[in-house]
């Protein structure tokens, strides 16, 4: 491998050369590149994990067992985030909301980051989107990571399409059927330039979250992937649909208590 250098990542270095890329980590420092080999300094050692990909040049991403994205951090804050605005839905104060504020930007820095996304353009979409439609996309962002399950709301068990938007929704109290196209037909029809964080994306035989900008998705891809951020296949872009269950004609079926 000729012509190497190296970019750190905290603990994981990657390492390029031409046109390959590598994700190591380092046991100390010190991976001299020649013209020829590369070879390594006294005292160190270079480790490739089996579980760790490289995704992007500017992010390795780390992959579970199973070669699945890991959205731990993701969920975690998402988590925060969910119960920091039903503190503010409960008590209303200004305090409470600055509080979820924070969580929120934070969240939104994550996301965008992940998506590729401007981060800016997206925090400006979620603060204008209703509370409810926040909430029930911060729902669906803490089951990152859930494994496809056909048929499925429930993320102990598994997730699918319909599943996670209807799993989603179901947190600010709107029931939805679990099949994709009945789920867009029982919403509002709304242009893409018009659509809300939150919002049903849909297209035959897949339902999926508007994430707010571009065509940034929350959706329970298939079999072997499970709930995960990405992109609208704009291959179905004369098929592609947006819809808004806030207004949905279902949305009576209300849960007690829910704001």
């Known amino acids: 491998m000729s012509h190497l250098r190296r970019i750190h990542f905290g603990s994981i270095s990657l390492v390029r050369g031409g046109k390959c890329a590598i994700a190591v980590a380092t046991i100390t420092c010190g ?24 995704t992007t040049w500017r992010e390795p991403q780390l992959l579970t067992k199973d070669a699945r994205p890991r959205f ?29 504020q924070i969580i929120r930007a934070a969240l939104v820095t994550r996301v965008a980051a992940r998506v590729n996304e401007s981060r800016a353009a997206m925090l400006e979409a979620w603060s204008q989107a209703s509370l409810k439609h926040q909430m029930a996309l911060i729902a669906g962002l803490t ?26 929704w179901q947190k600010v109290g709107i029931a939805l059927p679990l099949q994709s196209k009945r789920q867009w037909e029982s919403s509002r029809d709304v242009k893409q330039e018009d659509a809300l964080p939150g919002d049903i994306v849909w297209y035959p035989g897949h339902t999926m979250m508007y994430l707010g900008v571009g065509d940034a998705v929350l959706h329970s891809a298939r079999l072997n992937l499970g709930v995960r951020m990405g992109r609208i296949n704009w291959k179905e872009i ?6 808004n269950p806030e207004v949905s004609l279902l949305s009576v079926n209300r849960t007690a208590g829910v704001f």
């Open 31 to 54: 991976l001299v590149a020649g013209s020829s080999s590369a070879t390594h300094a006294a005292g160190t050692a270079v480790v490739v994990p089996p579980a760790v990909v490289q």
């Open 72 to 100: 731990d951090a993701v969920k975690t804050i998402a988590g925060e985030a969910l119960e920091s605005i039903a503190t503010f839905i409960d008590v209303p104060t200004a305090e409470n909301f600055a509080q979820f």
């Open 143 to 168: 089951t990152l990571g859930v494994g496809y399950e056909y048929g499925s709301d429930n993320p102990k068990k598994g997730l699918d399409c319909s599943g996670l938007v209807a799993y989603a």
């Open 238 to 243: 004369s098929h592609v649909k947006f819809g």
